[in-house]
């Protein structure tokens, strides 16, 4: 009697393992997953092209004149400029030229410019006062 017992709770105990087996032995379907489509974050402005001229390299003459006074005077006075960089503690401003980069610093509290200095990236020279012939390929 005891092995009749016995037996029925192996096949009772088999029935469940082979049932719930076949229960999760599901068979998988291969998903075919789309190509990444690269995603555009940041689309810059179309900018527009400013020939360079006589006018526009004498333009900034007098740029290292504005020594210590206000940065929004000197943007009054040149317009936009073409890069700038804001911190907590000094902003830094450029513009380019010709041949030249002038770079502008000033304080964030007070906007006042602390420091101008122009360089003739060709020729790999910092200069003291802008010059019309320092900044051409005459």
Sequence with gaps: ???VKLSKYFIFISFLIIATSCETTDVEE??????PV???IYTPEVEETVEENDEIVEYFKGVELFLN???NDLILKYGKV???KIESVYEFHRYNTDNCRIFIQNRSVDKTIINITIYN???NLFIETYSKDLCTDI
């Design 38 to 40: 690269p995603k555009i």
């Design 69 to 71: 006074k206000s940065v």
């Design 1 to 3: 009697m005891n092995l």
């Design 121 to 123: 990236y060709k020729k």
């Design 82 to 84: 073409d890069f700038s």
């Design 30 to 35: 291969k998903v075919i997953k789309p190509e």
